[in-house]
């Protein structure tokens, strides 16, 4: 079985619940969602979306996956699995999941099931589950799946909610969390470092007033939408 993979890189994890840790990144290609309220290319991983992009990606067995991985393990890195929507391919990627003895964080819009109970390594995976708010765009019965969320959350259960933000959606995030005891972390819209700023202090300020976790954005602030970083 192979895998449409966008891009392997080795980098520092620059937002959420472990931002600051040593990463390598497992991007693959391809998703369910669109995004078009993110802006004309949206998603700000566009290159991993858009099929246009598709000659781009590499078809990748498991055992290339682990030796591209393999070369960073000299630094204890956390494994990063993301996209595009990774739990399209989350048969064919489980052999990787067992494989890895690290902390492992799956990046995902948490609308795509699994069957813990037939993959039982996936709930010692921390999901950041990225529940798109109406600010991307995307349909609400689209875009949120409330028994696939709760599975995630009762499952995985160091799993957190990772919401970018750049007006005061808290009734979006309450309807989406609601009865949901993991942790809420919010970071600004921005596909780079001048429109990260320009929303940066009213999402401090609001995640200030709601009790939730600020995340900044720092492959972002430094880079933009550079690849591989």
Same mark, same amino acid.
């Given at each position: 079985?192979?895998?449409?993979?966008? $891009?392997?890189?080795?980098? @520092?994890?620059? +937002?959420?619940?472990?931002?600051?840790?040593?990463?390598?990144?497992?991007?693959?290609g391809?998703?369910?969602?669109?995004?078009?309220?993110?802006?004309?290319?949206?998603c700000?991983?566009?290159?991993?979306?858009?099929?246009?992009?598709?000659?781009?990606?590499?078809?990748?067995?498991?055992? *290339?996956?682990?030796?591209?991985?393999?070369?960073?393990?000299?630094?204890? #890195?956390?494994?990063?699995?993301?996209?595009?929507? #990774?739990?399209?391919?989350?048969?064919?990627?489980? #052999?990787?999941?067992?494989?890895?003895?690290?902390? @492992?964080?799956? *990046?995902?819009? !948490?609308?795509?099931?699994?069957?813990? +109970?037939?993959?039982?390594?996936?709930?010692?995976?921390?999901?950041?589950?990225?529940?798109?708010?109406?600010?991307?765009? +995307?349909?609400?019965?689209?875009?949120?799946?409330?028994?696939?969320?709760?599975?995630?959350?009762?499952?995985?259960?160091?799993?957190?909610?990772?919401?970018?933000?750049?007006?005061?959606?808290?009734?979006?995030i309450?309807?989406?969390? $609601?009865?949901?005891?993991? #942790?809420?972390?919010?970071?600004?819209?921005?596909?780079?470092? +001048? *429109?990260? *700023?320009?929303? !940066?202090?009213?999402?401090?300020?609001?995640?200030?007033?709601?009790?939730?976790?600020?995340?900044?954005? @720092?492959?972002?602030?430094?880079?933009?939408?550079?690849k591989?970083?």
């Amino acid at each position: 079985m192979r895998i449409p993979i966008s $891009e392997i890189f080795y980098s @520092i994890q620059g +937002e959420g619940k472990y931002a600051g840790h040593p990463s390598v990144f497992v991007r693959v290609g391809g998703c369910n969602l669109r995004c078009p309220g993110f802006g004309e290319i949206g998603c700000d991983s566009y290159y991993a979306v858009d099929r246009a992009y598709q000659k781009e990606w590499k078809s990748l067995s498991i055992e *290339e996956i682990k030796k591209e991985i393999s070369k960073y393990l000299k630094f204890n #890195p956390h494994l990063v699995i993301t996209g595009g929507e #990774p739990m399209l391919y989350y048969d064919k990627l489980y #052999p990787l999941v067992e494989w890895f003895d690290n902390l @492992i964080t799956i *990046e995902t819009n !948490a609308t795509i099931g699994i069957d813990f +109970e037939k993959y039982p390594k996936y709930k010692d995976v921390v999901f950041a589950m990225s529940v798109k708010l109406s600010n991307s765009g +995307e349909e609400y019965n689209k875009r949120v799946k409330k028994d696939i969320i709760k599975s995630y959350a009762q499952n995985a259960q160091k799993s957190f909610f990772k919401f970018v933000i750049d007006m005061d959606l808290k009734n979006e995030i309450v309807d989406i969390t $609601e009865k949901i005891r993991l #942790p809420i972390y919010c970071m600004p819209l921005g596909a780079s470092k +001048e *429109e990260l *700023e320009k929303n !940066a202090q009213f999402v401090f300020e609001f995640c200030l007033k709601n009790g939730y976790c600020y995340s900044d954005r @720092i492959h972002i602030r430094l880079f933009g939408k550079k690849k591989g970083v």
